[in-house]
């Protein structure tokens, strides 16, 4: 067999590992901070509670991401079994799930962190944070909790307004106080229960902090366009808990981190070295969150060429320089800071005459088909997976849809692969592959299509 | 002294089973059958068969009681009462002890929280096939073995696998790989067993696992999974003598209570007419 | 017009199985007729305008066939009915529709219609989730949008007194529907559960006046009559999220069971609290979708401010309702019932159950996936249920 000479699939960076290990490092602080009896958040990824909480001295861990580490270390399913066995119905999130059972066992062992907890485990909750902005699962999930903890739970309630209503600047306006207001009804809450005040100057730093490793994220996915695509998706992936997920990770570090991988992403651009160690033959992008339980099958995959060079999950935003100097509130700037209207985004991303069309076609239409699509070809993607999850709806029930527009407006396949995020069970690596085989001649296929339509890939 | 009769017919998806019991409970005669499609109307046959192995006329019984998937199809019964207190009484009936109770039959899976020999509480599979008996017929045909033969095959097993899915077309093909992989068969066998185990016992801990616990249904007569359960539930296992037979056997003993109630009250029991007809409708 | 027009339940039995049959003919007449989807967007406003609103419901007796290619198969099988049957044009004359973020899939349907369907008009209001002080002004916020919209279709104003005026006969309506559910409190109740869900469906078919009066028809007929529900050993509240067919109500009132109260979305929650006339309507509009109605999709908790959590002080401020309900309505049992795949719902299930034993009222949950087939396995649970509890 000439396998073992053969290099592995995935050509890895070598600057994530260090950002993969500030994750553990983040979880070991969580229970540090809990054993030293500092105040613990369980907290949702979402833009604007976890930098406030850090900047009030609370410590924050993210269920949703340790249940997707139990579930890459294969202890997602006893976790699973308890939740069940709790009366939770088995179709909710995998995450959830994962979470009530570890709760669940929490309180078997009398508060602590349970003996097989992976990864050093989450400490006990002095409050949940959960967040009305994504889905429905993580403003329900928390609550649910009730039943093991006495926290209490702050929904942090998101504005949400229809994408038409989104084009007026009012509507902009009405948002951004909306967003001021429930911050601070937040910060009251939090200094009444941590019976101390908000360190102001300090928000400015954790703030500050974020923003920066936003950039460098952008950035480095920038230089993911070129071909071959330098960074596969798995790295993205690896390195993303670290950037988002951070807790009260010091943001220097992450920073540190991302300009090393910058760096060398840069490097390999530059040599024209791809993130596989095979001839990049298709583009790919994943649609949809990671099947945490099998990310090997992505390697799989890699061994027939199949290059992920982007991704719609953990995506950046586009970094903006906005001048706050008239703001005094800073609260305010906080939000202003972040907070950007629908006609903002739109000039950022695209040209003016398509801005134009795209502002047409939602005001007559309520939506306009080429939204959603930009990442397919700025990184002229040849196929697009597209990961149905069995528990997640919200990251499920749009996906033919898009499938459609991709295939309508760019003319770029896509293939369905049914799974999970934590429930291995749920899917059949080997059918997924005997699909990815018969989906490369529909690419070729499509690959010719958009040549004779003059498109640019 | 006339002695009187009871029967309770159980008219499962797959099986059918009738037993007469007598005023003291003892079994005068049982019968198990496949419901089949082609058999389900004839649950008269089988109760026919019952009463010429006990040396009874219907007219003899005071009370005959359906139960089972197919309870409502008896036309000659007196009254139908779910699978789930019938198998409930029946198991309690010997195993006064039991506080949880697991059937495993052709088509679902039922957990039975009971105490004091009153069910309180249940938990049912739904349509899905997996961790059934179907799923393990489904698996002898793919390794061209015998039902009744995957139990022993089983406990040969040094290195069981691990079967990761739950649904019955990914796990045969599952098998289907490994076999390839030259595998042992013994050690398959045994990691499908688990996987059965592992469903079930997922399902029933919402009605908290405490002994005795009972296995019933035709399942049970597999001892590979019997031995997997009760791994997976960390607690001994009772199976009782004829594991089919607990849902057909309470149906009796609850009909006999209810006659004996109106007879001490002093009321007649309202009781069908004893005609033993086939069931002109399955719905 | 038809000259001859049934009335009371007989009526409300036209009216479940042939819905359109009233607004096809006002939509002849001139008048236009505005599908909306679950029960959050402000009927009142459509009223006021003179749009007839006409509730989109699925069909659990009709396989889904198109819907598939749009949404896949892990999704709330009630919505994915609605996809389907529209997708198959049997919504086709409706002016346009109007959705809420009821939850996640509602929300993508909202999307999937309008690309699909090319609806003359759409609208989504995304509501917020909690009962924040910034949620209840987002509300009103998104009401103003909505206000505003639907000005632009109709072409007219659409002033205080209008929606004055129609906040006061959908109270009237909410206030029949409760005199309806009186009749339900004896024993047995003179309406059965699935006759509600057909008069229900009825009122949500036709206009607010017309329903009205159907509902006063209704109400007097089912008074005097004498063929209505036979007394049951057990009567039971029903929770849970949506059930628009009457299949599930006869399937549990088959069995030894009057369903006497539910707390379902075709049933009373959209009904059982006022709308208050504030100085600007919109208020109390806001205040009523966001607040009063308690639906899963929303999170509650007795003061957000509040530091202190106590978990069955929490469940009971939740869900004590259901336990007026079940002492005003003589209920001895609660079904809990769900469509598969409803997060909004499910994640209250465990909650509920705590609540409901913590009172010592059993309960039993059912989840089904919208079939017709999935009822048969159904039935031994609810008949399970009733024999433990009877
Ligand atoms: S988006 Fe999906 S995976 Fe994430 S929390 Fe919500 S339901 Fe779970
Ligand atoms: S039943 Fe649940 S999932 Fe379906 S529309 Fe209602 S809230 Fe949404």
Request: charged share 25%; hydrophobic share 40%.
């Amino acid at each position: 067999m000439t396998q073992e000479t053969k290099p592995r699939a995935l050509n890895r960076l070598k600057s994530m590992y260090a950002l993969r290990a500030e994750v553990d490092r983040m979880y070991e602080g969580g229970v540090e901070a809990s054993e030293e009896g500092k105040p613990v958040a369980w907290v949702m990824l979402e833009g604007w509670s976890n930098a406030i909480l850090n900047a009030m001295g609370v410590k924050t861990v993210f269920p949703e991401n340790y249940s997707s580490l139990c579930a890459a270390q294969g202890m997602a399913e006893p976790f699973m079994e308890r939740s069940e066995a709790e009366g939770w119905p088995s179709h909710l999130c995998g995450y959830a799930r994962a979470s009530v059972g570890y709760s669940a066992r929490m309180v078997d062992v009398g508060g602590k962190i349970p003996p097989e907890a992976p990864g050093g485990g989450m400490p006990k909750p002095t409050l949940l944070v959960a967040s009305g902005e994504t889905c429905d699962a993580r403003f329900k999930w928390f609550q649910s909790l009730g039943r093991f903890f006495d926290a209490p739970v702050w929904t942090l309630e998101s504005p949400s307004p229809g994408i038409r209503e989104r084009l007026s600047s009012e509507t902009y306006e009405r948002n951004v106080q909306f967003l001021i207001k429930e911050l601070k009804a937040f910060v009251a809450f939090l200094e009444n229960l941590l019976g101390k005040k908000m360190d102001w100057d300090m928000l400015e730093f954790t703030g500050g902090g974020t923003n920066e490793i936003n950039r460098l994220r952008w950035e480095i996915n920038e230089l993911r366009k070129s071909r071959p695509g330098p960074m596969h998706t798995r790295d993205f992936w690896s390195v993303m808990t670290a950037a988002l997920f951070r807790g009260a990770a010091d943001p220097e570090v992450i920073i540190e981190g991302h300009q090393k991988m910058y760096d060398e992403v840069t490097e390999r651009v530059e040599k024209g070295i791809a993130g596989i160690n095979r001839p990049e033959k298709y583009r790919m992008s994943f649609e949809g969150l990671p099947p945490w339980h099998t990310l090997g099958f992505l390697d799989q995959l890699a061994e027939r060429g199949w290059n992920f060079v982007i991704e719609s999950a953990y995506r950046p935003m586009r970094p903006r320089t906005v001048d706050l100097s008239m703001y005094d509130d800073p609260m305010e700037r906080y939000v202003r800071r972040r907070y950007r209207s629908l006609e903002e985004s739109l000039q950022e991303d695209y040209e003016p005459d398509e801005v134009e069309a795209i502002k047409n076609e939602i005001i007559r239409d309520g939506t306009s088909s080429r939204l959603g699509l930009k990442h397919i070809s700025d990184y002229q993607v040849d196929g697009v997976v597209l990961h149905v999850l069995l528990t997640c709806r919200a990251t499920s029930a749009g996906l033919n849809l898009l499938q459609r527009k991709i295939l309508d407006v760019l003319k770029v396949p896509s293939l369905v692969i049914e799974g999970d995020i934590i429930d291995a069970s749920a899917f059949n690596a080997a059918e997924a592959l005997r699909k990815a085989e018969a989906f490369e001649e529909t690419m070729d296929h499509y690959r010719k299509v958009r040549k004779e339509l003059g498109m640019p890939w | 002294m006339v002695r009187i009769y009871f029967a309770g017919i159980d008219l499962g998806s797959t099986m059918t089973k009738v037993v007469i019991l007598d005023e003291d409970e003892q079994v005068c005669a049982y019968v198990v059958n496949h419901t089949g499609a082609e058999h389900r109307r004839l649950a008269n046959k089988v109760m026919e068969e019952a009463l010429i192995q006990a040396g009874l006329c219907i007219e003899d019984m005071s009370f005959i009681m359906a139960t089972g998937y197919g309870r409502i199809n008896v036309p000659f019964a007196d009254k139908q009462i779910t699978e789930l207190t019938c198998h409930a009484r029946g198991i309690a009936s010997f195993f006064p002890n039991v506080k949880l109770a697991i059937d495993i039959g052709g088509q679902d899976v039922k957990g039975l929280k009971i105490r004091n020999g009153k069910l309180l509480d249940f938990v049912m599979s739904d349509k899905c096939a997996a961790g059934t008996g179907r799923f393990l017929e489904v698996t002898a045909e793919t390794l061209g073995l015998k039902l009744e033969d995957l139990g022993r095959i089983s406990l040969g097993s040094t290195q069981k696998i691990s079967v990761s899915s739950t649904c019955t077309v990914f796990a045969q093909q599952e098998v289907v790989n490994h076999l390839s992989n030259d595998v042992p068969l013994e050690d398959v066998v045994a990691g499908l067993h688990d996987a059965i185990a592992s469903r079930v016992a997922r399902m029933v801990r919402r009605l908290k696992v405490e002994p005795d616990v009972v296995f019933t249904g035709g399942v049970a007569k597999n001892i590979g999974v019997v031995k997997a359960l009760a791994e997976s539930l960390g607690c001994p296992i009772l199976v009782p003598e004829e594991p089919l037979l607990s849902g057909a056997i309470g149906a009796a003993i609850i009909g006999k209570e209810l006659t004996f109630k109106a007879l001490a009250n002093g009321e007649t029991i309202q009781t069908g007419e004893r005609r033993l007809e086939e069931a002109t409708f399955f719905k | 017009m038809t000259s001859e027009v049934s009335k009371g339940l007989t009526r409300s039995i036209e009216l479940y199985q042939d819905r359109s049959s009233r607004v096809k003919e006002l939509r002849a007449e001139g008048k236009k007729v505005m599908g909306y989807l679950c029960i959050y967007p402000v009927l009142e406003m459509m009223t006021a305008l003179d749009i007839v609103p006409y509730r989109i419901f699925g069909d659990l007796h009709e396989p889904v066939t198109e819907a598939d290619s749009y949404m896949p198969a892990v999704n709330c099988p009630f919505l994915r009915s609605c996809l389907d049957i529209g997708l198959k044009g049997k919504y086709d004359f409706l002016d346009g529709i109007v959705t809420s973020h009821i939850c996640d899939v509602g929300s993508t349907l909202s999307s999937i219609w309008i690309y699909a369907l090319k609806p003359p008009f759409s609208h989504h209001i995304d509501m917020p989730h909690t009962l924040h002080e910034t949620a209840l002004a987002q509300e009103k916020g998104l009401l103003e949008d909505y206000k505003k919209a639907l000005e632009g279709l109709s072409g007219k104003e659409m002033t205080s007194e209008a929606l004055e005026a129609a906040i006061r006969v959908h109270n009237e309506q909410r206030a029949l529907v409760r005199e309806l559910y009186e009749l339900k409190k004896l024993n047995p109740p003179l309406i059965s559960g699935a006759e509600t869900i057909q008069v229900i469906k009825a009122i949500e078919s036709i206009p607010v006046d017309e329903g009205n009066q159907l509902l006063r028809e209704v109400i007097s007929e089912v008074k005097e009559r004498s063929n209505g529900p036979q007394k049951k050993s057990s009567r039971l509240l029903v929770w849970g999220s949506i059930i628009d067919d009457t299949a599930m109500m006869e399937m549990i009132e088959g069995l030894d069971a009057n369903v006497v109260m539910d707390d379902t979305c075709v049933g009373s929650r959209p009904y059982f609290d006022d709308v208050e006339i504030t100085d600007d309507p919109l208020d109390g509009l806001a205040y009523h979708y966001l607040v009063d109605i308690k639906c899963s999709r929303t999170f509650r908790v007795n003061n957000y401010m509040d530091v202190h959590k106590d978990y069955m002080k929490d469940l009971e401020i939740r869900f004590s309702y259901l336990k007026d309900y079940a002492d005003e309505w003589k209920a001895d049992g609660v079904i809990m019932e769900s469509v598969r795949y409803c997060d909004t719902h499910g994640y209250d299930v465990p909650g509920i159950r705590d609540y409901l034993d913590s009172i010592g009222l059993p309960s039993v949950y059912l989840e089904h996936d919208y079939t017709e087939g999935a009822l048969a396995p159904l039935r031994t649970r609810v008949q399970g249920f009733l024999e433990i509890i009877g």
